[in-house]
């Protein structure tokens, strides 16, 4: 085992009192089997350990290769859990993967996507689940569009206030900058930056922006929103009048293909861009990389377009604060983490009890864990 993860692990785990107090309420697990998909990284690491040490049976797959961390997985497989997962897997393998942990026949499931819900429906498949969990805003939009299919509970917790209010709306938008600035060596100061998207995430994106130094408009579809962002102070406008005048665009939407192919047509030259959305595809990236691209740094790839222009693509298109920088601090992301497993020990305790569908997790869940 990669003594320096074993270091680094120790330290993690002192920092995380929350999660050590959830793990310790959790009923016996003996007899559960826990299909995860989710961000495979070392700060998951002691919630995984501890449902192992409680009884449970684990199978971890990944919801986006982009953020998976090796030693992690080897570490989680040598404790006793079940894993297919590898950093910049292909889709391929990715695909193979969702159907792996169907076929480990989990009882319940902790999701962070729906790939699982969405390829069990799909497939039509036999299964014993009783009940699952859903952590990410991606997610529940894609379970929304399955709605009277869902065969079972689904305990969405992506809109918990202490999930929300601190991963959303503080945390990513501060690491994304922070590894933009590590990884590039270039800050945001006189950079004219188009934040995509007004949801929680994108206000601390515009947020972080403005600290590390950029000039912020605000792109919002949604008029409540555009108007909030407006009552907050930030100039709005639409996508083609922001990405006329960006120096950098970040996406901050959930959907798939903001930055389509009309949308590229449109980037200045030397223009960045940056994806803080769950999924790699705010970025049309078969759109920007048929065009001639090479790689400039371990984080950013040149795309070089028509009549001279070079942008930027960083992160691969990934959710630049775990693709490429460290994810939440640990101090608030053992919140989140002690409320994911809160949340796993209400599935076992009473979440079969619910109707088949999507439920927002219970307050007596997870309040206890703000405590």
């Given at each position: 085992?990669?003594?320096?993860?074993?270091?680094?692990?120790?330290?993690?785990?002192?920092?995380?009192?929350?999660t050590?107090?959830?793990?310790?309420a959790?009923?016996?697990?003996?007899?559960?089997?826990?299909?995860?998909?989710?961000?495979?990284?070392?700060?998951?690491?002691?919630?995984?350990?501890?449902?192992?040490?409680?009884?449970?049976e684990?199978?971890?797959?990944?919801?986006?290769?982009a953020t998976?961390?090796?030693?992690?997985?080897?570490?989680?497989?040598a404790?006793?859990?079940?894993?297919?997962?590898a950093?910049?897997?292909?889709?391929?393998?990715?695909?193979?993967s969702?159907?792996?942990?169907?076929?480990?026949?989990?009882?319940?499931l902790?999701?962070?996507?729906?790939?699982?819900?969405?390829?069990?429906?799909?497939?039509?498949?036999s299964?014993?689940?009783?009940?699952?969990l859903?952590?990410?805003?991606?997610?529940?939009?894609?379970?929304a569009?399955?709605?009277?299919?869902?065969?079972?509970p689904?305990?969405?917790?992506?809109?918990?206030?202490?999930?929300?209010g601190?991963?959303?709306?503080?945390?990513?938008?501060?690491?994304a900058?922070?590894a933009?600035?590590?990884?590039?060596?270039?800050?945001?100061?006189?950079?004219?930056?188009?934040?995509v998207?007004?949801?929680?995430?994108?206000e601390?994106?515009?947020?972080?922006?403005?600290?590390?130094?950029?000039?912020?408009?605000?792109?919002?579809?949604d008029?409540?929103?555009?108007l909030q962002?407006?009552?907050?102070?930030?100039?709005?406008?639409?996508?083609d009048?922001a990405?006329?005048?960006?120096?950098?665009?970040?996406t901050?939407?959930?959907?798939?293909?903001?930055?389509?192919?009309?949308?590229?047509?449109?980037?200045?030259?030397?223009?960045?861009l940056i994806?803080?959305?769950h999924?790699?595809?705010e970025?049309?990236l078969?759109?920007?990389?048929?065009?001639?691209?090479k790689?400039?740094?371990?984080?950013?790839?040149?795309?070089?377009?028509?009549?001279g222009?070079?942008?930027?693509l960083?992160?691969?298109?990934?959710?630049a604060?775990?693709?490429?920088?460290?994810?939440?601090?640990?101090?608030?992301?053992?919140?989140?983490?002690?409320?994911?497993v809160a949340?796993?020990?209400?599935?076992?305790?009473?979440?079969?009890s619910?109707?088949?569908?999507?439920h927002?997790?219970?307050?007596?869940?997870?309040l206890?864990?703000?405590?």
């Amino acid at each position: 085992m990669n003594p320096e993860f074993l270091r680094d692990l120790d330290w993690v785990t002192s920092q995380m009192p929350r999660t050590a107090r959830a793990i310790a309420a959790l009923p016996d697990l003996s007899g559960v089997r826990l299909a995860c998909s989710m961000h495979l990284e070392i700060k998951m690491a002691p919630a995984m350990l501890g449902l192992l040490q409680r009884g449970a049976e684990l199978f971890l797959i990944t919801c986006n290769p982009a953020t998976v961390s090796d030693p992690f997985v080897e570490y989680c497989t040598a404790q006793g859990a079940r894993a297919f997962a590898a950093r910049g897997m292909s889709k391929a393998d990715h695909d193979r993967s969702i159907l792996a942990a169907l076929d480990f026949a989990p009882t319940h499931l902790c999701e962070m996507g729906a790939d699982l819900t969405a390829a069990l429906i799909a497939g039509q498949h036999s299964h014993c689940v009783c009940a699952g969990l859903e952590a990410t805003g991606s997610g529940t939009t894609r379970l929304a569009a399955l709605k009277g299919q869902i065969p079972y509970p689904i305990f969405n917790w992506d809109d918990l206030p202490i999930k929300e209010g601190l991963h959303n709306r503080h945390m990513v938008g501060l690491i994304a900058c922070s590894a933009f600035l590590e990884r590039v060596r270039l800050s945001m100061h006189g950079r004219r930056v188009a934040v995509v998207g007004y949801g929680l995430v994108g206000e601390g994106v515009a947020d972080a922006v403005r600290a590390f130094g950029g000039a912020v408009t605000v792109v919002e579809r949604d008029p409540a929103r555009a108007l909030q962002a407006q009552f907050a102070g930030w100039p709005v406008a639409s996508l083609d009048a922001a990405l006329s005048q960006a120096d950098v665009v970040i996406t901050a939407t959930g959907a798939k293909h903001i930055i389509g192919p009309a949308e590229i047509e449109q980037l200045r030259n030397g223009c960045f861009l940056i994806n803080v959305g769950h999924a790699n595809q705010e970025f049309d990236l078969p759109a920007l990389l048929s065009h001639p691209h090479k790689q400039v740094l371990p984080d950013l790839t040149q795309i070089d377009l028509p009549h001279g222009r070079k942008v930027y693509l960083f992160a691969g298109g990934a959710m630049a604060n775990l693709a490429a920088g460290q994810g939440d601090s640990l101090n608030a992301f053992d919140v989140t983490l002690a409320a994911l497993v809160a949340g796993i020990g209400f599935l076992v305790r009473e979440g079969n009890s619910y109707s088949p569908g999507v439920h927002d997790l219970p307050s007596s869940a997870w309040l206890p864990v703000a405590v």
